[in-house]
């Protein structure tokens, strides 16, 4: 039956009742600085399975195992050369790498989906370090989302979705990147762009000293989150590239495309990127089709652009 899911603040008080609710195996979403998370402990088989039914998600798409930091990383994942100086360049902040599981990782198999690689991140925000270290473990945390729905960037678009499925939300206002963390891994020894994200794809190219590789996929079985077809998706249907409103379309704007609404007047891809799942959100509600207006494919607009695509794919 639906539990009653608990608003909480960022205080410490708060923090510390979430940190007691995850140690017992609940749900609880939290804010990071992409989207909110939907967090369990990350070796408990029970909650795991608790984070795949709340969200209605296939068990063979992996999730990402949030840590405090590298230290706390490295007990789980096996780090070689290139990852430590990705993750000492980029951690805490919106990269996730993809790197062999540690046997001994302790870590839920549903986590993994039965691979034998694990996607981990340690993220920047403060109530999200606040939450891990308060709770002293890892947690995976997929965004607090019906599965394939749009991304969730405030606690109400958490509550409007998972209200009754989940025992707590600590809101900590809007995610201010707005786009889930770049997911980066490796195929053959080459370096490979598994997701577009929050750290735009030439930083990661440059700190490497090579370009990264385009992976080779299985569509049935992701190598990380957020590689299925259609996901992001709203209700309505969603054409991108759009100049102009066609009849009884909803219009997301962006620079001289004005819209109804617009990710950024101004055409900064950071805001845009920002405000990119809220105008999603907002547009859905106007039970209208979506229209969205052309995003340079550069920097964070490479990730603006993915999720588009595949908001807009069939379904």
């Not at 694990?118 to 599965?147: E, K, M, T, Y």
């Not at 106007?286 to 229209?291: M, N, T, V």
Request: proline share 10%; charged share 15%.
């Amino acid at each position: 039956m639906p539990e009653q899911t608990r608003l909480l603040t960022p205080e410490a008080e708060h923090v510390t009742y979430a940190a007691m609710l995850l140690a017992q195996g609940r749900l609880v979403a939290m804010p990071t600085e992409t989207v909110y998370g939907l967090a369990a402990d990350a070796r408990n088989s029970q909650a795991i399975a608790g984070i795949y039914a709340a969200k209605g998600r296939p068990s063979f798409n992996p999730l990402i195992v949030h840590a405090p930091d590298l230290a706390m990383a490295e007990t789980i994942g096996v780090f070689h050369a290139d990852a430590r100086r990705l993750a000492e360049t980029f951690w805490p902040g919106a990269l996730t790498l993809v790197v062999p599981l540690r046997q001994d990782a302790g870590i839920a198999s549903l986590v993994t989906a039965g691979l034998d690689t694990v996607a981990i991140r340690v993220p920047a925000h403060p109530v999200a370090q606040d939450l891990l270290h308060a709770f002293g473990g890892v947690v995976a945390a997929p965004s607090a989302n019906p599965s394939g729905r749009i991304s969730p960037t405030t606690a109400a678009h958490v509550m409007a979705g998972l209200d009754g499925k989940l025992a707590a939300i600590l809101d900590a206002g809007p995610s201010p990147v707005g786009v889930e963390s770049t997911i980066l891994g490796w195929q053959d020894g080459t370096p490979v762009l598994l997701r577009p994200g929050g750290i735009p794809t030439e930083a990661l190219a440059a700190c490497l000293g090579q370009p990264l590789g385009v992976p080779f996929a299985d569509p049935n079985r992701p190598a990380a989150p957020g590689m299925l077809a259609s996901h992001y998706a709203p209700g309505a249907s969603v054409r991108l590239n759009a100049e102009t409103a066609g009849p009884d379309e909803f219009l997301i704007g962006f620079g001289p495309v004005a819209g109804d609404i617009s990710l950024s007047p101004g055409g900064d891809l950071v805001e845009a990127a920002a405000h990119l799942f809220e105008a999603l959100h907002r547009a859905d509600a106007s039970g209208r089709p979506i229209a969205v207006a052309p995003i340079p494919d550069h920097g964070l607009g490479m990730a603006i652009n993915d999720r588009l695509r595949r908001a807009a794919a069939p379904r």
